[in-house]
């Protein structure tokens, strides 16, 4: 079974709407890390918003913020008032054994949502 | 920019070859991984050192290795090439893997930083 869905291959959004990016993941280990990176079409791996599986709160940055929601292993990403400069490929991604010092560390990775802003 | 580097930022090279990857993690970092981006693999994960000493392997082919070095710099090495290789193989670093936590939405201790990339294609 996949580690990390990314359901919506490609996404449009209107300039200045807010957007939402879905993810849902599947891990039995109570400690993990949630992560969202933007990659432009320059190539390049652009950290955006971190959530910890202990974290009470939604983690926001900026124009950035995570709706995650523990229960159904959901972690989506809510872009707020889009921006043309944000079209690009977008992947979620999971380090498990955060807390315990003896996970793997490596981050595994989403299939990635392309998302388009329309002027 | 995200502190790593990587070189060369392009190869071109032929079946059968082999071929070198450099990285300079962030200064401090002493976690390196590799990471490998195709059109029908996604971003796989391959090879992380830690401080020198290999730490983690996941889809890495026996083809391929890497090493760290004293200075922390990494290198990956991919011989025997196939067209399959064709792809963009990043490099990430972190501080110390040993430490959990990190504030909601800062990445923390946790964040990996992502080199820009060596586009490998093998004709």
């Known amino acids: 079974a996949q580690k990390i869905t990314q359901t919506q291959p490609g996404m449009f959004v209107q300039e200045k709407e807010a957007v939402t990016l879905d993810c849902t993941y599947d891990t039995s280990d109570p400690s993990y890390g949630l992560f969202w990176y933007k990659q432009p079409s320059s190539g390049e791996m652009i950290f955006l918003i971190y959530q910890g599986s202990y974290d009470q709160q939604n983690a926001t940055e900026g124009r950035y913020s995570l709706n995650f929601q523990k229960a159904r292993k959901s972690a989506n990403l809510v872009i707020s008032a889009s921006q043309l400069g944000d079209s690009a490929m977008y992947f979620c991604a999971m380090r498990e054994g955060l807390y315990s010092g003896a996970g793997s560390y490596q981050l595994t990775f989403g299939k990635g949502t392309k998302l388009s802003v329309i002027p | 920019d995200s502190g790593v580097t990587q070189t060369p930022k392009h190869l071109i090279t032929a079946t059968g070859q082999r071929v070198t990857l450099r990285c300079s993690p962030r200064s401090g970092d002493l976690s390196v991984y590799w990471y490998q981006q195709s059109l029908d693999q996604g971003l796989q994960f391959l090879i992380q050192?830690?401080?020198?000493?290999?730490?983690a392997k996941g889809n890495i082919l026996e083809r391929f290795s890497a090493q760290q070095f004293p200075d922390l710099h990494s290198e990956l090495n991919l011989s025997s090439l196939e067209l399959g290789d064709s792809a963009l193989y990043f490099c990430?670093?972190?501080?110390?893997?040993?430490?959990?936590?990190?504030?909601?939405?800062?990445?923390?201790?946790?964040?990996?930083?992502f080199g820009p990339g060596t586009r490998l294609t093998v004709l």
């Open positions: 050192y830690y401080n020198g000493e290999e730490r």
């Open positions: 990430a670093s972190s501080p110390t893997p040993d430490r959990g936590g990190g504030l909601a939405g800062s990445g923390g201790y946790n964040e990996q930083f």
